[in-house]
């Protein structure tokens, strides 16, 4: 619950710098979508963000094995 209130908001910070109607699209689908609306609209944040915020984000809403995402964001950590 607590990650789930802080991807939130990190959708809505980025709003201020990305289109809203967007990202505000991006992150319900991603939260109430199929499986395919939510690939989708992880693909779109791949084409929108840059490299070290995509690397953050992607492993907390995607749909991979919890070692995975943590193996991700790991990895996403040493690019600073």
Do not use: C, H, W
């Amino acid at each position: 619950a607590v990650l789930s209130i802080r991807v939130k908001r990190v959708f809505d910070l980025m709003t201020l710098v990305y289109p809203r109607e967007d990202v505000i699209n991006v992150y319900q689908n991603i939260l109430m979508g199929t499986s395919r609306t939510a690939g989708s609209s992880i693909e779109s944040l791949e084409v929108l963000l840059d490299r070290e915020l995509k690397g953050l984000l992607i492993p907390l809403v995607d749909e991979l094995p919890l070692e995975e995402r943590a193996q991700r964001l790991r990895k996403s950590m040493r690019l600073k």
